[in-house]
Structures are given as structure tokens and as C-alpha cells.
């Protein structure tokens, strides 16, 4: 085979040309080989952000991702298989609480998660802040422990898409994250080698969203509902909320909390409408249940059962995890320094500004700003002012929770930055604004 050149491709996408789909395997199983170098694939990067694939582009760059490296086959399970991904948020921990849930109601849920990086959490940190817990699971051990529990909670392995690991990586050093055509390959590369039969997206937008604008959102949605479309996997999107923090844990320990506190039954309200409208998706694709009512009912019986709960418990036993964790919270990381945190005057809470929150944790050290930093699992915050509630001054409205004198004081910061108490307050946006399918665009109607 004559060795590609990337450089002409670089040229032609540049001038606003198109590269075609053998071009685009013959290129991403080059650059996963490290034949083609970061520099020539951070230019293209650049040129793709500035000129944008179109759908056959799109796909075809996904399509060469995903095949860059393995995929979980799991045909013989014979039970639908179905995951949930999230575009990114600040205490946002669905997933947590979602994947045991679908599980124990007989859904497969091979779930792939990321780290946290930038202002938003990650799954898999949250996750590894139980003790033992191993979320870097091979292929194969996945695969077992979907045979016998229905879910497997891990990391995008080394065998998993490699192209796009390196991609994202690169991106995230060269500026070209922002960028709909790209995310949405990499989000699907990584998702369509799970081996679904369907998938729900939790696409954000608001203030602490990737990308805040609500049309943006949408357009993401489409592409990667067309993706899905193309390769036979039928995709549904939610559009959610984040300019504002989701329910009141924003950290890692303390999110694992409240989801369990969540598959208790105990969950915060704006938690529990996302987790329910996101699972009832996916038990509507998975063609187990007729209507959302009737999803709905089956998750809240899995929840007051017990059922849920239990199948987290067994999850987390499987992974290594001290799976007493879920009878007992307090064996989860505990900061050493707390403190609450008061309302500066008297008036209503006009904003929780969740990239304030991230930048927060972060600066407690319960984030990373490189990859490779190692997170505190134990810091955050416990946020129990909304937008809109009407506050006295001295009124406690949130918990810090700190390594340190130092962290308590960047946490104090953070939230004076995150949380403004006004006169008045703008009306939030919607909780769940749209649904997105194939055949388009509606507004989101809880029944
Ligand atoms: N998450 C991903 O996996 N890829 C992106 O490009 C953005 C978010």
C-alpha cells in the first residue's frame, strides 16, 4: 500500500475540499499506528474546525475511528442493549444512578464513560472514589460481567477506538475541542463499538454546558442521531440544563452519595426528573416497556424495591468495589476540613453558575487540568441553594468540603463566584427543553 500523505489532505480540507472515506481510514489507522504525526493531525484538526465535514465526512471519520481498534461484541446476550451519554456537566451523576437502574430491569448496559476534564465531572473519577473500585476493565471482562449482571461500568480501554483517544488528547491541547463534526465522531466511534442497540443522549446546554448555545446543542444532537442512524443504531437525545449545577452533590465522593441516596428513593427532584426521562428513553428503545408511564412506573417499583440498589451493590462488588458503601456512606473518602458556606445578604438566589462550581472543585483538587493530575476523591461542595429560592442573609447555602485550610478557603472563593444572591432572579431554563429523534425536533412534555 503507497503510504498516505496527509499533507495534500490537510491542503484540500484547508481550501474547503472534502476527503473521502477511504481517505479517511487509510488516515486514522495511520495516525493510530503513529505513522502520521500530531503535528500534521492538529492542522487538520484546525482545518476541519474552521471548514466542517459534511455527513458522509462525518461518518466516514467515525467509521474509521471506531475501526481503528476493537468492539464489544455481544449479540449472545440476547437482551437489548442500551447506554446513556452526556454531553457534560457540574454534578451531573445520571449515569450512576441510571446504569444500575435499566440493569436490574433486565436492559443490557455496557456503559463507557470518561474522565472529568475542564470544568466538568467524570464518571469514571466519581466511580473510583468508592474504594477498590477498577473501572479499567478489559474487553473480555467486560463482556463476562455483562453476561452475568447486565452492566459493566469502565473506561474507554487501549483496545477501545485508539484513533480518537489520540485525537482527543490532541484536541484538547490545540483548541480544536469546540467543534460539532468532531465531537459528535468521537462521541459515536467510542459508543457505536459498545455494541448497542440503541442509545440515549443527554446533550447540555446553559452556561456550564461544552457548548452553551441551545442551537448548538440541537445541531450536536442531529449529527449524532444521523451517525447512529447510518451505522443502524437508533439514537434519541434529551436536551438538558446545566446552567446550574444538577441536584445538589458537585465532587466526586459526595455525587457517589447521593446517588445512592438517589437509587433509594432519596434523590433530589431535578436529579430524579433527568434520570427518569433519560431511562425512559431508553426502555422505550429498548422496546420493553409501551409508553413513558409505564417506564416511569417500572423504575420507581425498581427503586422502592430495593432492586436498584442492590444491583448498584453488586455492580460495585464485581469491580472490586467495598460494596458496603451503599449500607454505608461514610466508608466513602470523608474530607478532613468542612464548612458551611452562608448567603452574604438576604434576597433570592438569581444563579448557581456550574462552571464556577467546576473551576471550584477543580481548585480543591477534585479535578484535573491535565490528564494525568490525580484527583482528590474526597473534596466538593453540597449545594442545597436553587435558583429562585428566596434566602435570608447567614442563611446556610451550601457545605464545602476541603483537604485543607487552603481548600476551604478556594472553595469559599468559588462559591461566592458560583452562587448570586439578587433582588430578583432570571427565570432558569428549562430542566428538559426538547426531545430529539429522526424525524425532528419537539418540545419536551412531562406527563
Ligand atoms: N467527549 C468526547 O468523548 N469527545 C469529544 O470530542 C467531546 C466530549
Known sequence: MIPILARPLIERKRDGGRIGSG?????????????????????????????GLDREETGALTDAMLRSGATLDLDHLGTPRLDKHS????????????APLIASLGVAVPMMSGRGLGHTGGTLDKLESIPGFRTGLSLAEATRQLETLGCALIGQTGEIAPADRKLYALRDATGTVECIPLIAASIMSKKLAEGLTGLVLDVKFGSGAFL????????LAR???????????????????????????????????????????????????????????????????????????????????????????????????????????????EAPECEVFAA?????????????????????????????????P??????????????????????????????????????????????????????????????????????
Not at 424495591?305 to 466513602?332: M, N, T, W
Not at 447567614?394 to 468540603?401: M, S
Not at 476551604?408 to 428549562?430: K, S
Open 23 to 51: 481517505e479517511w481510514r487509510q488516515l486514522m489507522a495511520a495516525y493510530a499506528a503513529g505513522t502520521v504525526p500530531d503535528y500534521q493531525m492538529a492542522a487538520l484538526a484546525m482545518a476541519i474546525f474552521f471548514r
Open 87 to 98: 454531553t457534560g456537566g457540574v454534578g451531573d451523576k445520571v449515569s450512576l444512578v441510571l
Open 212 to 219: 452553551p448555545e441551545k442551537e448548538r446543542g440541537l445541531d
Open 223 to 333: 449529527t449524532m442521531i444521523e451517525l447512529g442512524a447510518d451505522h443502524g443504531c437508533p439514537v434519541i437525545a434529551l436536551l438538558t440544563a446545566m446552567d446550574r449545577p444538577l441536584g445538589r452533590a458537585c465532587g466526586n465522593a459526595v455525587e457517589v452519595e447521593e446517588s445512592i441516596m438517589a437509587l433509594r428513593g432519596e434523590g433530589p427532584p431535578d436529579l430524579m426528573r433527568v434520570t427518569y426521562a433519560l431511562g425512559a428513553e431508553m426502555l422505550l428503545l429498548a422496546g420493553v416497556v409501551k409508553d413513558r408511564d409505564e417506564a416511569r412506573r417500572r423504575m420507581e417499583v425498581a427503586i422502592s424495591s430495593g432492586k436498584a440498589v442492590e444491583h448498584f451493590q453488586r455492580i460495585i462488588e464485581a469491580q472490586g468495589g467495598d460494596p458496603r458503601v451503599v449500607d454505608d456512606p461514610g466508608l466513602l473518602p
Open 344 to 376: 452574604p445578604r438576604g434576597g433570592v438566589v438569581a444563579e448557581v453558575k456550574p462552571r464556577a462550581v467546576g473551576h471550584g472543585i477543580i481548585a480543591l483538587g477534585g479535578g484535573r487540568t491535565k490528564v494525568d493530575d490525580v484527583v482528590d
Open 378 to 447: 474526597a473534596v466538593g461542595f453540597v449545594i442545597m441553594a436553587r435558583p429562585g429560592d428566596v434566602v435570608k442573609a447567614g442563611e446556610p447555602l451550601a457545605t464545602i468540603y476541603a483537604r485543607d485550610e487552603a481548600g476551604v478557603a478556594a472553595g469559599r472563593a468559588a462559591l461566592a463566584e458560583a452562587i448570586v444572591v439578587a433582588d430578583e432572579a432570571p427565570p432558569p431554563l428549562p430542566l428538559i427543553a426538547n426531545r430529539i429523534t429522526e424525524a425532528g425536533v419537539e418540545d419536551y412534555l412531562e406527563g
